[in-house]
Structures are given as structure tokens and as C-alpha cells.
């Protein structure tokens, strides 16, 4: 399983809070360790998550991150 928080790059793209993870907001450590407790009190939560990770992360490489750059440009690049 993934813990991680929305303010970084690669949470948007890997990590479904509740699928293959959880997603918890900067700095809030009660929240973190919430999280970290839900995840480790759980063997059948941990490796369905587990199991989830892997999954999405070997369908990722370098023709999705250059496929998110080129998405992000276009839109930042775009008129408004």
C-alpha cells in the first residue's frame, strides 16, 4: 500500500485513496497515522492494496509520464 499526500506530483496518477492506498492531507500526522493504523491493523486491507500497487505501478513507465508533461503543457499553454 501507498500512503502518501494529494500534494504530490505522482499521488493524482498512482495512488486511488481506498484502492491501492491512502491519501492524507500535508502535515496532518494524526491523519497519517490513522491511515499507517487502518493499513497495518489490517493483513487482508494490506495486501489487497499491496496486490493493487503493483498492479498500477507496472502498468506505468516513461510513455505515461511523458503523455502527463505533454497533457499539463497543452493545458497550461492553451487560451483562456
Same mark, same amino acid.
Given at each position: 500500500?501507498?500512503?502518501t499526500t494529494p500534494d504530490v506530483g505522482? !499521488?493524482?496518477?498512482?495512488?486511488i485513496d481506498g484502492g491501492n492506498g491512502r491519501k492524507v492531507p +500535508?502535515?496532518?500526522v494524526a491523519a497519517l +497515522? !490513522? +491511515?499507517?493504523?487502518s493499513i497495518i491493523q489490517s493483513?487482508?486491507?494490506r495486501r489487497d492494496m499491496?496486490?493493487?500497487?503493483?498492479?498500477r505501478i507496472l502498468q506505468w513507465g516513461?510513455?505515461?509520464c511523458v503523455?502527463?508533461?505533454?497533457? +499539463?503543457?497543452k493545458q497550461i499553454s492553451a487560451p483562456q
Open positions: 500500500p501507498v500512503i505522482c !499521488a493524482e496518477d498512482l495512488v +500535508a502535515g496532518m +497515522a !490513522a +491511515a499507517i493504523d493483513p487482508d486491507v499491496g496486490s493493487r500497487s503493483r498492479d516513461y510513455r505515461e503523455q502527463g508533461l505533454l497533457l +499539463a503543457t
